[in-house]
């Protein structure tokens, strides 16, 4: 799908540098793919970032993509995975889409564990992560890695996620 096409279908603006790293042609396939299969309205799918226009001014703009790769396995483990333009990197936004995640997979009794996994080069993808309080797991694997890269578990289990979140 063009940039074009996919800015009238959601009535944004694009930027010149879309898509966000790692989020190649494969991983948009991918994507479209599991949309697909989650036409009813399931949650464990993924999600456009839009960053809206600052008091209506202007149009909105797309600006990451992320959300979860399938529903819970039989362990009650989910993986969530996102990536954010390099220019609205360090700004919150994957902070708030992860938190996000983070409340709609918990509100499931089945859910056990959220997965995040990152390669250990991506420093703002780790910082994101420990932010929400996830915990460093080990080596992780992901087929679609870049080849020579190491990729690293990370995971957030309910119970310390609601110790997080006792009010």
Known sequence: MS????????DVDISDAW?????????????LALLGDR???GPYG??????????GAGRDTLIGV???KGPP???GEVELGYGVLAEFQRQGFASEAVRAWLELAFADPAIRTVV???LASLTPSIGVLEKAGFQLAGSGADDGAPEGEQVIRYELTRAAYERRNVT
Do not use: S
Request: glycine content about 14%; overall charge negative.
């Open 116 to 118: 995040g996994q990152t």
């Open 73 to 75: 396995n039989a362990e």
């Open 19 to 31: 898509p966000p790293e790692l989020y190649d042609d494969d991983a948009v396939r991918w994507t």
């Open 39 to 41: 036409i009813d309205g």
């Open 46 to 55: 993924f999600y456009y970032l839009i960053r809206r226009a600052d008091g």
């Open 3 to 10: 940039n074009g096409a996919l800015a009238a279908i959601l």
């Open 66 to 68: 992320g959300g979860f």
